[in-house]
């Protein structure tokens, strides 16, 4: 991946109302970037702590997974802790955008209030557990998305189970702690619909002033739904959000316990930052073509020629490959590149939604940033300023990037392998289940800008 994409993070297009061309870039050498302040010998610590504080927090985080991680492997391996997809809570949040209503917080206010009429006691707490709970899931049943709050609801539950049933857990805990635990916990009954009596309690009068905002962001948002349904119908087995916690938690545990590879992983990225002080921009910009830049995507598409041909982009994946495969998958479970392998593919699916979803942007989001108190004429600047034509270019570009560069960690620098058929073959199959579940296959879904570059900055960063 190239450095390219902070030109999506920063901004896209070329917009009329940034000049850089009188900015002299030929001479620009970044081996005057003093770099020395990265240290990355303190992150190494975690390979090997030896500081008394910093190394008793690592052990103990290490105690804890040592104690909890058969079970916890068993529940995010179970099918219904991977059957939620980020698909079903945002088609959830849309659901709750387009209904939200003044009466819901006074539902759940009521609900608390009633609650809390005397003096705390064990058993109130645990009644108004239960009666909160149950107005949120009367709440959420009344939406018209009840496959999805099912799936919701199955993940907790196996959850609950798990906080519940576990030996090991429950004496991580002070013996005077766990009854306060375990009473809130199982009293929560996601099957039990509470309403409470009503009352227009003052404290929703703020709901006064959110309806509004919601009002004026329903267009785009549900127009941003749009897209991105289009893009991700019969996909949803890339959006599992139980498959993205096994894959942290397995990455965590990895760099925790395989002291080998969490050094190899530490001295790499340490040389990776010294490289970067050697990169000489003029050994890929024409001087004669320098006044022609006129934008941020001018700027950041040299860096980006920049990484590519000082072999940065490659090592930085070889880095991430060699990390990974050198981690034992538990019985049953795909090998962690797998995952990276399914996170490429999710960011190259985002990519190619991005121009669609610009446009979009570009023609509703006009009444939200008016409402924010921006003049017109910023509006129409901001507006201008995305261009069709450089979102289409750079979303082609991320995509190729994404796929190449997935392609080549699975194969060791090769486009196709074995191993990599076998991974595409896989994906298929969750993607044809996870369709196949009530609910999916169609609808709509949006995703964050914010996770979807923490995402594929991730991937190729980390």
Not at 258 to 286: F, M, P, R, Y
Not at 289 to 298: F, H, K, N, Q, R
Request: glycine share 8%.
């Amino acid at each position: 991946m190239r450095l390219s994409a902070f030109a999506f993070l920063f901004g896209i297009g070329k917009s009329q109302e940034i000049d850089l061309s009188g900015i002299d870039l030929s001479g620009i050498d970044l081996s005057g970037i003093d770099l020395s302040g990265i240290d990355l010998s303190q992150v190494g610590e975690i390979c090997e702590p030896t500081d008394g504080d910093f190394k008793s927090t690592i052990d103990g985080i290490k105690d804890v997974i040592g104690k909890i991680d058969g079970p916890l492997t068993t529940l995010m391996m179970n099918p219904d802790f991977v059957a939620l997809t980020l698909i079903d809570t945002m088609k959830i949040a849309e659901a709750i955008i387009k209904n939200l209503d003044k009466s819901w917080c006074n539902k759940v206010l009521s609900a608390i209030n009633v609650g809390l009429q005397s003096e705390v006691t064990m058993q109130q707490i645990k009644d108004l557990t239960r009666d909160l709970v149950g107005t949120i899931m009367s709440i959420l049943r009344s939406l018209g998305v009840n496959p999805q709050v099912g799936r919701l609801v199955a993940m907790a539950e196996l959850e609950k189970e798990f906080v519940l049933g576990n030996a090991d857990l429950k004496g991580l805990f002070p013996d005077d702690f766990w009854p306060t635990i375990e009473g809130i916990v199982s009293s929560i009954d996601f099957n039990y619909e509470y309403t409470a009596s009503t009352a227009n309690l003052d404290e929703c009068g703020v709901m006064d002033e959110i309806l509004p905002w919601v009002e004026t962001a329903k267009p785009l948002v549900v127009g941003l739904i749009s897209d991105f349904n289009d893009a991700f119908r019969g996909k949803e087995g890339l959006l599992s959000i139980g498959n993205m916690a096994f894959f942290d938690y397995r990455l965590a545990k990895h760099l925790l316990f395989n002291k080998s590879a969490c050094q190899k992983l530490i001295d790499g990225a340490s040389g990776l930052v010294a490289e970067i002080e050697n990169v000489d921009l003029t050994s890929i910009i024409d001087p004669e073509a320098v006044s022609g830049i006129s934008g941020i995507t001018d700027i950041a598409g040299i860096f980006a020629r920049a990484a590519s041909e000082n072999s940065m982009t490659s090592d930085m994946i070889k880095l991430i490959g060699d990390f990974v495969k050198s981690e034992t998958p538990p019985n049953g479970a795909m090998p962690l590149n797998y995952d990276i392998h399914k996170m490429s593919q999710m960011g190259k699916t985002m990519m190619e939604a991005a121009p669609k979803m610009m446009m979009t942007v570009k023609t509703k989001a006009g009444p939200i940033i008016e409402k924010a108190g921006i003049p017109q004429d910023q509006i129409n600047a901001i507006m201008d300023a995305i261009k069709e034509e450089d979102v289409k270019s750079f979303a082609a570009e991320m995509s190729a990037e994404l796929e190449k560069s997935s392609n080549g960690m699975i194969c060791g620098g090769q486009t196709t392998c074995a191993e990599l058929t076998t991974f595409q073959a896989q994906v298929a199959k969750e993607n044809v289940e996870a369709a196949a579940l009530p609910g999916n296959g169609s609808g709509r879904t949006v995703l964050s800008f914010g996770a979807t570059f923490l995402t594929i900055i991730s991937l190729i960063y980390a």
